[in-house]
């Protein structure tokens, strides 16, 4: 008997998302996120979406994001949403190891 768990679920949606997403688009997130990472030591994908615009469908920018996260090994740390339209929800900022 085989158990599927919530991560494995994770996984999967996340390769789906990113599997559907233009490659440009991913490429043009990296980008962003590099040169937010330098500039000002951090980033969230809300406020890389600010400038290059949003994906396709809304579900990429997360995977993208935690692909490109996960890659760098970077860490993460919680805050609230600048954008109205996101109600204050809690998001990501993400560091290089050693910047907290």
């Not at 559907?20 to 996120?33: G, I, K, R, S, V």
């Not at 809300?46 to 090994?73: D, F, H, K, L, W």
Request: net charge positive; aromatic share 8%.
């Amino acid at each position: 008997m085989t158990t599927t768990t919530g991560e494995m679920l994770k996984e999967a949606g996340c390769a789906l998302a990113l599997s559907n997403t233009p490659l440009q688009w991913q490429e043009d997130f990296e980008a962003m996120a590099g040169a937010l990472l330098k500039a000002a030591g951090s980033f969230t994908a809300e406020e890389v979406v600010a400038v290059i615009g949003s994906p396709p469908r809304p579900n990429q920018t997360g995977a993208v994001c935690r692909q490109y996260a996960r890659s760098r090994r970077l860490v993460a740390q919680y805050e609230k949403a600048k954008s109205p339209s996101a109600h204050a929800r809690i998001i990501t900022r993400w560091y290089e190891g050693g910047s907290l």
